[in-house]
């Protein structure tokens, strides 16, 4: 399962964007998906998470201001991200728990990530 990340750029503080991650690939079905996001010289964070049924989880540092949500679908994840703030500044990536079947039908069950798309907010 691939997954390809986009929607990241330039923003003033204050400002908003909307990333989103489409996974694609066969015989395959997503259970939770997420963001994370690595700021420099800091390690990789979970942003905000959500299960096939929709529950969601954030970081506290974005409660209020970010929303995750999902298009089945589509099999794709969206993270709306308003009154962003310079500390919001960072390489974003979106992951993806799934469950594929093999030749055998066989359920194999794994963890993709995203290429990773830079959001940069200025003061």
């Known amino acids: 399962v691939q997954l390809q990340a986009s929607g990241g750029g330039l923003v003033q503080a204050g400002g908003s964007l909307r990333l989103s991650c489409a996974a694609s690939g066969s015989r395959f079905s997503i259970n939770a998906m997420g963001w994370y996001r690595q700021a420099p010289r800091k390690e990789r964070g979970l942003v905000a998470d959500i299960t096939s049924g929709g529950t969601t989880n954030y970081a506290d540092s974005v409660k209020g201001r970010f929303t995750i949500s999902r298009d089945n679908a589509k099999n794709t994840v969206y993270l709306q991200m308003n009154s962003l703030k310079p500390e919001d500044t960072a390489v974003y990536y979106c992951?993806?728990?799934?469950?594929?079947?093999?030749?055998?039908?066989?359920?194999?069950?794994?963890?993709?990530w995203g290429q990773g798309t830079l959001v940069t907010v200025s003061s």
């Open positions: 992951n993806a728990d799934w469950t594929h079947l093999g030749v055998y039908d066989d359920p194999i069950v794994g963890r993709s």
